[in-house]
């Protein structure tokens, strides 16, 4: 009978861990885990600020000035001007200046011209085409970005400046504010304008390029001869006529003195000529 007792108890006991057990698996396996921590904000700022240093940053248009110096041989100095104007007008070019002359030994024509720089290249290969050779040929671009970069810069800031002042003014209420703040602000006009003049003047230089041409035509020895010998005695005629000019002012401004010597000279002989028997 203990046996039977001893091993009912063993069994009732161990029926009821098996229940007690179970409820505390319900328990545990309903717990859920909390979510995960919002993130903060200096984060998000981070992530916004590395997208910044991914994106590209944005590309500054290089302001540069081309001019060219040209200088060349040719037979016909009326023909190669007419090939030149027909190359300005093709690239839709104006003249700046244009002169001629002639030397002992050449006729020659300058021409300066300017011409927009997107058509720079393009002028000056159409003006190669008919030359043999160049005696100099001189092709030069300036990179003044910075230059321009910084007088944007500058300009900019004395605008902004300008507002100030002016909304200063708005509030100011003594006689002696407003005097001197109304000085300032005339001082800042005068920089704005001025760097305005600066800034239009480098943007014409780099919207539209110069280009100096020189050409000439080399004259027949004869020719040459006769056209230095003709200029010679030209010259000679104008020193003679300089030199006459000179003689006679010259004794016009000692006229006192030739006078006194006419005088003594007529009193001089007289006295001689009574002193004869």
Known sequence: MRYI???SVIFCVLTGCSKSEAPNEVAI???KLPPPPPASKSEYIQKDQDKNLDAPSPTIEQKIIKQA???FETNDLEETYKQIQTAVKQSQGKVQSDS?????GTLY???TIRVPSQNFDNFINTISKGVSYFERKEIT???VTEQYIDLTTRLKNKRKL??????ILQKATKISEILEIEKQISIIREEIEAKEGQLKYLESRVSESTVTIEFFKNLPEQEAVQLSYGSKVWTAIKSGFFSLSSFFISIISIWPFIIIIIVLAYFI????KRKKP
């Not at 001629?100 to 002992?104: L, N, P, R, V």
């Not at 300008?162 to 909304?167: I, K, P, S």
């Not at 002989?269 to 001689?272: L, N, V």
Request: hydrophobic residues 35%; positive net charge; glycine residues 4%.
């Open 109 to 111: 024509r300058n021409i």
């Open 5 to 7: 007792f001893f091993l």
């Open 269 to 272: 002989r007289k006295r001689i």
């Open 69 to 71: 110096s040209l200088r």
């Open 100 to 104: 001629e002359g002639k030397d002992y």
């Open 141 to 143: 671009a300036e990179d």
């Open 162 to 167: 300008e507002e100030r002042y002016l909304q």
């Open 29 to 31: 396996s309903a717990i």
